[in-house]
Nanobody
Framework: DVQLQVWGRLGAGWGSLRLSCAAS????????LSWYRQAPGKQRELIAR???????EYARSMRGRFTISRDYAKNTAYLQINNLRPEDTANYVC??????????????WGKGTLVTVSS
């Protein structure tokens, strides 16, 4: 099984936020970590995805203020959100998928972390 631990840290002046997602457990070397969010009353949407090889993809609407990165040694993905806006208010969820091994295709969801941005 794979566990996903999520935490966040506000940037100086609180105009930015960095979310962290650490994967532990039976994590295969080939995997992808993603961030999703679900705003109140809306469907969950993909923000960005990063594979173990460093390949990234972003939802078109998320390009610009969102940056996904990864610490391979710690098996941790980060989501940097700059210029926070009230419309960023949502439950942010980390997702992992195995891309190799006997558990190929297995997906794991972390507990969401609620981010509330007020004007």
């Amino acid at each position: 099984d794979v566990q996903l631990q999520v935490w966040g840290r506000l940037g100086a002046g609180w105009g930015s936020l960095r979310l962290s997602c650490a994967a532990s457990g039976n994590v295969f070397s080939e995997n992808a970590l993603s961030w999703y969010r679900q705003a109140p009353g809306k469907q969950r949407e993909l923000i960005a995805r990063i594979t173990n090889s460093g390949s990234t993809e972003y939802a078109r609407s998320m390009r610009g203020r969102f940056t996904i990165s990864r610490d391979y040694a710690k098996n941790t993905a980060y989501l940097q959100i700059n210029n926070l806006r009230p419309e960023d208010t949502a439950n942010y969820v980390c997702h992992a998928v195995q891309l190799g091994g006997k558990d190929y295709g297995m997906e794991y969801w972390g507990k969401g972390t609620l981010v509330t941005v007020s004007s």
